[in-house]
């Protein structure tokens, strides 16, 4: 490939360098984030000479090279634009900035709450623990043991305005210490504690800007909204004083400066205007929650899977923050399990009626995490694709909703559903587990009577697709074969829910839905590639196959986090040797697909590449088969 041309012709086909809002790269594509969609040729770029293909997603213009050739392209093509290169991270913030304003709000509420989580659910367990031991052993609430565990429990949420202050200032850009002083100051203890209030003879008051109006001197525990509008003040108050303060005085003047204004105005401003707005939102979410006979919690299990399709659930963690925050009791959690087991059972059904092999090695799995409280593989992977099952999910969701309606059920946390749901409910075990129950027959039975044969198959456009064929294992001796470097599940090639490894575009091969996070050597190889983020390794195989093994997709924006190398680019390995270790679990939470694409870069050295068999295949056995080679 003439990289210097190919980077010529794609500058020339994306609209040329004022075009370009930011620019980098990951294991296989240009990541681009560009001003005017419509200056792009999207023709022109196809057709460019060392461009596989072309597609657009996440508010990004990713342009297929291909495994070692990409960052070649990549420096050739900042060089000519004139432009700085960028990060994963930078082009991710870049593509953010031009999405709809209300996914922008939305994302920014899942960066503050979803990193406060662990700390919510160690409070939440301990809190449901208590309650289990103490309905048991009625005497312990007299116990000092008690006592002291009970103040462990409720910690979090005690000082959860701190929480949410400093993960907003960090997700804000502010110091996440000012932050912290921003939210100590909603819940100082010269502050009438704000649930102490009901019980208080009088509420202090204090007269601000120069006596025009009082305000009650009352903390503001139980809120979270007014704590992250205060912490967003602060950071933007913050990076603007950094700017035009002397650097002599940056270190006195813009903290002090810094808190005295934000918490003035938080105080008298933020807090009582945004804190009665928070209760207007938590009144008519706990308002629809208890419409009678359950109908409104029917009607948001209804609604839960369409806004994991939009991607905007992640606003729930903000809400169930405000409940516990409030009340103790977080309602909206069995209303999403509802939802979540409802698509496991569709995609389970699925899988039982179905007679493609391919569409059932990808639904048995995905149904098992929905259980679990992951739901994209199941929705993403199987229901949406055909939507009879997504539809039925939608319906068992609102079953089960219903009946989390009619029996109250609450928990103590959030951040787990499903089935690890049950540690975290409050008095009512049973209950929750007949939400599950509910919400998978229903899903369960519908899929299987809306199934129908001749519509299981999604219509796919076959144009330039290559099929991965599937053949007999062949003998350990046989070098024209390949072993799988992980433990896991067999998946078609053609399954891989990016159309970069489907369509083939990048080589042939298999995938791997891996059951464990370790990726190993095949055989003795070459490190020909390791990437910077470890989530993608290159190997040159001693029977001239080129291999590139890329953990899960669009996992290059984890920047390396989950993701630990053991060997070096250009190091020689040997059959069986581990190469690359992963968290599988880490990956999933953070909205990443774990399938893990295993393909031959170099296809036409080879008559055939074809897949040795799916389900489930250990280290030691074949995944691909490399036939007569030229």
């Not at 991710?92 to 919510?120: C, E, H, N």
Request: hydrophobic content about 45%; glycine content about 10%.
């Amino acid at each position: 490939m003439n990289y210097n041309a190919c980077a010529k012709d794609i500058l020339s086909a994306i609209g040329g360098k004022e075009n370009i809002v930011s620019a980098a790269h990951c294991a296989t594509r240009l990541r681009l984030v560009i001003a005017n969609d419509e200056k792009v040729n999207k023709n022109k770029l196809e057709n460019t000479d060392g461009v596989k293909g072309v597609f657009s997603a996440s508010g990004q213009l990713q342009v297929i090279i291909g495994t070692g050739a990409v960052n070649k392209v990549y420096d050739e093509f900042i060089s000519q634009a004139g432009i700085a290169g960028g990060t994963k991270e930078t082009v991710k913030q870049a593509a953010m900035s031009k999405a709809p304003w209300y996914k922008r709000a939305v994302k920014t509420l899942g960066d503050i709450f979803v990193p406060i989580i662990p700390a919510i659910v160690a409070s939440g367990l301990l809190m449901g623990l208590l309650e289990g031991f103490t309905n048991l052993f009625p005497s312990l609430l007299q116990s000092d043991t008690y006592t002291v565990f009970h103040l462990f429990s409720n910690t979090a949420f005690v000082f959860l305005p701190i929480l949410i202050a400093v993960s907003a200032a960090k997700t804000f850009g502010g110091n996440p210490y000012l932050g912290a002083v921003i939210g100590m100051i909603m819940i100082h203890p010269d502050l009438l504690n704000a649930w102490s209030v009901a019980g208080a003879e009088s509420v202090p008051t204090a007269g601000v800007w120069f006596g025009l109006y009082d305000i009650n001197l009352v903390g503001y525990q139980g809120h979270v909204i007014p704590v992250v509008i205060a912490v967003w003040f602060m950071s933007f108050i913050e990076k603007r004083l950094h700017r035009i303060v002397p650097e002599i005085l940056d270190l006195f003047i813009t903290p002090l400066v810094t808190v005295l204004v934000t918490g003035y105005l938080t105080l008298t401003v933020f807090g009582p205007v945004f804190s009665w707005l928070e209760n207007g939102i938590l009144s008519s979410v706990k308002w629809l929650i208890a419409i009678p006979f359950g109908i409104g919690s029917a009607l948001c299990g209804a609604i839960y899977a369409p806004t994991v399709v939009g991607g905007i659930h992640h606003m729930y963690n903000a809400l169930e923050a405000g409940m516990l925050s409030a009340d103790g009791v977080n309602k909206w959690m069995p209303i999403a399990t509802a939802a979540n087991v409802a698509q496991g059972a569709a995609a389970l059904a699925f899988s039982i009626r179905t007679s493609d092999r391919k569409q059932k090695a990808v639904a048995l799995p995905a149904s098992l995490s929905a259980f679990l409280g992951i739901t994209e593989p199941a929705i993403f992977g199987v229901n949406l694709r055909f939507m009879r099952p997504f539809i039925a999910g939608c319906i068992g969701g609102a079953a089960g909703g219903l009946v989390a309606g009619l029996f109250s059920v609450g928990a103590t946390a959030y951040g787990i559903t499903g089935v690890f749901g049950v540690l975290i409910t409050t008095n009512n075990i049973l209950q929750y587990l007949l939400v599950m129950g509910v919400s998978f027959a229903v899903s369960f039975i519908l899929t299987l009577f809306l199934y129908k044969k001749e519509n299981h198959q999604p219509q796919e456009n076959t144009e330039n697709v290559q099929p991965v064929k599937v053949s007999a294992d062949t003998s350990d001796s046989d070098p024209l074969s390949i072993s799988s470097p992980l433990t896991g599940n067999a998946v078609f090639l053609s399954d891989v829910p990016d159309p970069t490894f489907s369509e083939g575009i990048l080589g042939l091969g298999a995938a791997v839905e891996p059951l464990e996070g370790k990726v190993c050597a095949p055989c003795k190889a070459t490190v020909s590639t390791l990437f910077d983020t470890h989530h993608a390794i290159g190997l040159t195989l001693e029977n001239g196959a080129e291999l590139l093994i890329h953990i899960g997709i669009n996992t290059v924006e984890l920047n390396g986090e989950g993701f630990t190398a053991l060997v070096n680019e250009g190091e020689s390995v040997e059959a069986g040797q581990t190469l690359i270790t992963f968290d599988p679990d880490f990956i999933a939470s953070k909205g990443y697909k774990t399938i893990t694409p295993v393909i031959v870069t170099n296809p036409d050295e080879f008559s055939e590449i074809s897949q040795a068999g799916t389900g489930s295949i250990n280290v030691l056995e074949k995944l691909i088969l490399l036939k007569q080679e030229k």
